[in-house]
């Protein structure tokens, strides 16, 4: 009964992309053996791993519980699939303690999940929330979002470049997505029956970026987003309003000489500028690489600056792995009128970060531009209203695919 308790006391509904909520916790990363390293898993082999840092004396025994949410992120009210028994660590996680000579933090912690007792396996597809949970399972120190996919639908996943009428260039540059499909027979799928009209919804996401899908729904009367088939066994949901962005910036933060430690870190090569007409060069998704295994796997101060001779952009926010790719207050930028920059510091592990620039609360192209060009992954997932045991959302199909760029409009 306690931990049913908690449940309802703790887990908020539209719960955000990775979060931390104490400042005993730190380093908050999500990453999957996929594309981008998005946090996939699935019902059988492939797992997700969660990593942080703590700076305490003693390693705290920490906990994990995960959740499973539906469609729009609400936590499922359902103890069929949320069984509290079968959801948590049945131990404290364990930890490995930090190099010698790391002064910010004591004890990393990296959970593989499934792959421990508690949560040794996923029985429903769907998404989902982990928190981690002090000692006494009476505070949530941070939580995230996550996937686990079925594979029942074979997907096919196109992407094309469109140019939006009465738009101005760059803006107009936007990609197509096309995920098509044909639901299988019962003999085809050891028996089961998919109904069409429960498959209603497909969420696309670009890179890591895993607040702001977008989305296809039946029931929506966007003018971007249609389904062609809808009742029928053969479906295709189009969206064709995605606009590519641009490439990543670059941030390393490994080289210890470059950037020494005990002072306030600043680019090697000057402020940032707008990329806004500039071309997009190569990037790794949004992904990161920490450093490790030395005294120099440290937490550094950095302050990244953004030229600009006023304050024409209101709230800009710097983004990337090192805050979930999410604009948050703690990453808002000050203008100084003195200097001509916009700044923001922060704590950041060493290591190599891609980021950007988001103008808020979420417009990502009028600082960095928006190029057909620039390579993406776009990530699919198509769900499915069950109904049996009181009604959950499955992930029934998942795909991603590379764009290949162009300079131009696709003919469809």
């Known amino acids: 009964m306690k931990f049913a308790l908690l449940v309802s006391l703790f887990v908020a509904q539209f719960a955000p992309a990775q979060e931390i909520l104490s400042d005993r916790m730190k380093g908050l990363r999500v990453n999957g053996a996929v594309e981008a390293g998005l946090p996939v898993a699935d ?18 025994d920490l906990h994990i519980r995960v959740l499973h949410c539906d469609v729009d992120w609400n936590v499922t009210r359902n103890n069929f699939v949320n069984d509290d028994t079968q959801n948590r660590s049945k131990a404290p996680l364990r930890y490995t303690p930090a190099s010698d000579g790391v002064r910010f933090y004591r ?30 399972w009476s505070e949530v120190l941070a939580r995230g979002r996550f996937f686990v996919v079925e594979r029942v639908l074979a997907l096919a996943l196109k992407i094309t470049n469109r140019s939006l009428p009465s738009v101005t260039s760059p803006e ?32 696309v ?20 987003t249609y389904v062609d088939g809808f009742g029928t ?48 060069g190569t990037d790794r998704h949004g992904t990161s690489v920490l450093s490790v295994g030395s005294r120099y796997a440290d937490y550094v101060p950095f302050r990244f600056e953004l030229v600009s001779e006023m304050p024409q952009y209101g709230d800009v926010y710097v983004v990337g792995d090192f805050n979930a790719w999410r604009p948050s207050k703690q990453w808002v930028m000050t203008y100084d009128e003195n200097s001509q920059r916009y700044f923001c510091d922060g704590s950041i592990r060493r290591g190599q970060y891609e980021y950007q620039y988001v103008v808020g609360p979420n417009d990502w192209i009028a600082l960095e531009g928006n190029d057909w060009r620039t390579s993406n992954v776009y990530s699919a997932f198509v769900y499915y209203h069950e109904t049996r045991l009181g009604g959950y959302d499955r992930i029934l199909g998942f795909l991603q695919r590379v764009s290949a760029g162009g300079r131009e409009a696709t003919s469809q």
């Open 43 to 60: 019902l059988r082999t492939q797992a997700i791993t969660i990593e942080f840092d703590v700076d305490e004396t003693e390693p705290p």
């Open 107 to 136: 004890y990393h912690y990296s959970i593989t999940i499934p792959g421990f007792t508690g949560i040794d396996r996923f029985v429903y597809s769907g998404n989902y929330v982990f928190e981690i949970l002090d000692e006494r």
């Open 172 to 203: 107009n540059q936007v990609n197509r997505i096309e995920v098509g499909f044909t639901i299988p027979r019962p003999e085809e799928n050891n028996g089961e029956t998919y109904f069409p009209l429960l498959l209603k919804v497909v969420d």
């Open 205 to 224: 996401y670009r890179n890591r970026q895993l607040y702001d899908p977008w989305r296809i729904d039946t029931d929506d009367q966007k003018p971007n």
């Open 233 to 280: 066994s053969s479906l295709k949901f189009v969206v064709d309003n995605v606009t590519p962005g641009n490439t990543y910036r670059t941030l390393d933060l490994r080289n210890e000489t470059e950037f020494p430690e005990d002072r306030l870190l600043r680019a090697g090569k000057g402020a940032d500028i707008s990329r806004y007409q500039m071309p997009p």
